[in-house]
């Protein structure tokens, strides 16, 4: 199991150093700002399903796959500042991710 998680999490760390900035690049120069919203909600959807393939926890492939995006956006380099996003895109897509904890956790809850 620990061998599984090292090996998913140095492809994640990889993936986010090497693939994820062209990626985003492309994105940010050619694609709207839904388009690319729904692309990182895609990766982390796909970061899931990784994980859940690789017999781990979909819910820890989601968190890496977000940490991957954040750590991809956030280079600090001052040529990649294009690939920063809008305050306003990530807290849009914030507020559906938190709705949709809310609604999942009220669905788990059981009255008795």
């Excluded at 492939?61 to 991957?68: D, E, Y």
Aim: hydrophobic share 50%.
């Amino acid at each position: 199991m620990l061998f599984k998680l090292s090996v998913a999490l140095i492809t994640g760390l990889l993936i986010a150093q090497y693939l994820l900035p062209h990626l985003l690049r492309l994105l940010r120069t050619s694609a709207s700002k839904e388009l690319s919203q729904l692309c990182m909600v895609s990766i982390c959807l796909c970061g899931a399903w990784a994980f859940a393939r690789f017999g781990l926890s979909e819910e820890l492939g989601a968190f890496v796959a977000g940490v991957m995006v954040s750590v991809s956006n956030s280079s600090g380099k001052p040529e990649d500042e294009h690939l920063n996003l809008d305050r306003d895109s990530i807290e849009s897509m914030h507020n559906v991710m938190a709705a949709l904890f809310v609604a999942s956790t009220a669905l788990v809850i059981s009255p008795r």
